[in-house]
C-alpha cells in the first residue's frame, strides 16, 4: 500500500474474530497474515509468506526466545519427573496446622513457584487438596488461590515464562532494543496493577481477611457442613476427569484434533502422573536458586538479568546434580528434557505467528492508520486505562493471554508513542490484561489447570473466583485513571 487506509484493519479484525471463533490464536495469527498478504498482492501472496517467514526465523530474538523457552520447559519437565517439584509441596502442606495456615501455605507455595504457572497450578494444587481437605476448606477456594498465585506471579517476576515470552515481543517491535527485553519489562512491573491486586487480595483471602463472597462463599458453608461436592458440581455438569474439561477438550474428545494449549497440558499432566513420588526437596530447591542466582550474577545487574546464560548454567549444574545422586540416567534426562522442551512448542509457535504478523501489518500501513486517525483523539494520560479495559475484554473472550498481547503491541504501541504516552505504564497496562484474562476465562489454559490440579469442577472453579477477579480488575482501572487524572 502507498498511504495507510482503513482496509489495513481487516487483518487484525480477521484474527480477534477467528481467536474468539475457534480459541486458536496460532491459526488465527496465520490467517491475519495470509489475509493481508493477499490484500497486498494476490499473485505473489505464497513467495510473501515464504520471504518473512524465512526473515522471522533468522531473527535474533526469535532464535533467544527458542532457546530460553525451550530451556525453561527442560528445567521443568527435570523438577517435575524427578518427584522435586511435588516434594516441595509436601513441605509445604506439613506446616499446614489449620485452616487459615493451610490456605496461607498454598499461598506461599504458590508464589515461591514462580517459574511457571503450568508448574505452579499442578504443583499446588496437587500438593495441598488433601491438607485443605482436612480442614474443611472448599476446593473451590483451594483452585482461586492456586490460579491467583499461578499467571499474576508470574507476570511480576522477571525470571519466568511469562516475562521471557513478552521481553521478546518487546523487542521485536523496537520497544527494547536487542537484548534488553526483560530490562523493559521490569521497568513496567510497578504498573502492572492487575497482578499485583489480585495477589494482594488472595492473600487477604488465606488470611482470612476478606470474607467469602457470593458462590464461594455457598462453597465454603458446603464443605463445612460435611457436603463438599454440594457446590462443585453444577446441574448436568460432570465430575472432572484426569483430561481437561474446558469447551474446546470437550470437543476434542469427539473430534480428532487438540489446541496448542492443551497439548502442552497434557504433557505436562503426563510427567505428573510419570513422576518420582518419593522426590527430595532439595532436587527441586537446588534448582530454583541456582536460576534466580546464575540469572543475577551471569547478567549485567539485577536489573538486567541474563535469562539465556542463567537457564544455560542452571540446567549444566542440575544434570551433573542429578547425575551424581544417579535418579536418572544421562539417556532418560535428554529424553525428559526434550519432553520438556516441546511443551513450550505453543509458546514459541505464537511468538513466530506474531511475529509473521507484525511484518504483514507493517507492510499494510496499519500503524501509521491508526496514529493518524486515532492520536487527535487519544490522550496520553487516559491511554493506559482505555487499553486495559479494551484487551481484558478481548483476553477474557478469547482465553488466550499471549496470543492477544502478540496482536495488539504492533498497533497499542505505536500510538502510544505517538501521543506520548508513559511506555512501561501501557506495557502494565497490556500485561495487566493478559494475566486479567488468563486468571478469569472460563477455559483460559490456566483456570483450566487450577481445577485440574485441585480436583475441582471447571465451571464451579470458574463461577466462584470470577467476583474476586472483577473486583481486583475493576481496582486496576481504578487505578490507571488516577494516574491519569
Known sequence: MDSPSALSLIPPVVVMAVAIWLKRPILALIVGAVVGLLMLSPTNSLSNFSEISVKVMQDETIGWLILVCGGFGALIGLLIHTGGALAFGRLGSQLATGPRSSMFMTFMLGVIIFVDDYLNALTVGEAMKRVTDKYKISRQKLAYIVDSTAAPICVIIPISTWAVFFGGLLEDNDIADKGQGISVY????????????????????????????????????????????????????????????????????????HTSDEFAMHSIEEEFEGSNRQGKVHNFAVPMLSLIFFTIVLGNSFSEPDVLKGIIATLLLTIVYYGVQRLMSISEMMDVMMNGFKTMLPAISTVIAAFIFKDVCDKLLLPQYVIDNLSPYMTAQMLPALVFVAMAVLSFATGSSWGIFAVSIPIVMPLAHAVNADIPLVIGALLSAASFGSQACFYSDSTVLAAQGSGCNLISHAVTQLPYCLIAAALAFGGFVLLAL
Open 186 to 257: 521490569i521497568q513496567a512491573i510497578p504498573y502492572m496493577f492487575y497482578p499485583w491486586l489480585a495477589v494482594l487480595m488472595v492473600m487477604l483471602v488465606a488470611l482470612k481477611l476478606m470474607p467469602d463472597l457470593g458462590p464461594m462463599k455457598k462453597a465454603e458453608l458446603a464443605t463445612q457442613q460435611g457436603n463438599p461436592y454440594e457446590c462443585e458440581l453444577a446441574e448436568g455438569q460432570p465430575k472432572m476427569t484426569s483430561t481437561s474439561t474446558s469447551p474446546s477438550h470437550q470437543a476434542s474428545q469427539q473430534m480428532p484434533h
